[in-house]
């Protein structure tokens, strides 16, 4: 049912029966309106046009591939807020998918369990509502993402605006691993040509500033850092 505060979706896909299972999925599970669009021309017309809550983007599409079409809404100020999911069958492209070239939020390989798709979506929207003002937790640690203010405890500590970025991003993608890669992009921003060694650093630093409390920022050997769930 559609109720005010139902998001709006747009599901970019070629194949029919793709469509069909996303959109009895996201029926079932309430709180969507959903759009969709069958090539990446319209696609990204939509996209701008209709400004949804998040857009559900397969890679292969006629006219305009979901990379083309991610790169561009990335890139548009007046777009590159609306989190992207991508849809891929190839496993390898997965890296360039979330890496620096294209700025998706999130994928799912096909053939995919419509319930995993639906529980993401719903875990990227709310990352969305949190960025709008509500603070965020993690342990005894605080943070206030409108006046940029982080207390652990109750008591309030001084942080870098790098490392206030990074603990925001670790927090609200917590549970999930994010790649040096991806937390350089994220925090350091596109044009960032700083060694990934930097973000170790930061991490250190901001570890070191929350004491106890910086033990929920775990190191995952070889790939990058993950905030523990409670
Ligand atoms: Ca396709």
């Not at 809550?53 to 790169?71: H, N, Q």
């Not at 927090?171 to 060694?197: A, F, H, K, M, P």
């Amino acid at each position: 049912m559609d109720t005010p505060s139902s998001k709006p979706v747009l599901i970019v896909e070629d194949e029919r029966d793709v469509i069909d299972l996303l959109t009895l999925n996201l029926r079932k599970a309430g709180g969507f309106i959903i759009s969709t669009a069958s090539d990446g021309v319209s696609g990204l017309n939509k996209a701008r046009t209709e400004k949804p809550a998040l857009i559900i983007l397969d890679l292969m599409l006629p006219k305009m591939t979901g990379l083309e079409v991610c790169k561009v809404l990335k890139t548009d100020p007046t777009t590159r807020h609306i989190p992207i999911m991508m849809l891929t069958a190839k496993a390898e492209e997965i890296d360039r998918i979330v890496g620096l070239e294209f700025g998706a939020d999130d994928y799912v390989t096909k053939p995919f369990s419509p319930r995993e798709v639906i529980l993401r979506i719903q875990a990227i929207l709310r990352r969305g509502e949190a960025k709008e003002g509500e603070h965020l937790s993690a342990g005894a640690i605080t943070i206030d993402p409108a006046r940029h203010q982080v207390s652990v405890g109750g008591k309030r500590i001084s942080l870098t605006s790098i490392e206030f970025k990074l603990l925001r991003t670790l927090v609200q993608r917590r549970g999930r691993v994010q790649e040096r890669d991806r937390l350089l992009n994220e925090v350091w921003g596109y044009e960032s040509i700083i060694d990934t060694r930097t973000v170790d650093t930061h991490v250190r630093r901001l570890r070191e500033k929350l004491g106890k409390a910086g033990d929920v920022i775990e190191t995952v050997r070889g790939f990058g850092y993950r905030l523990r769930e409670d």
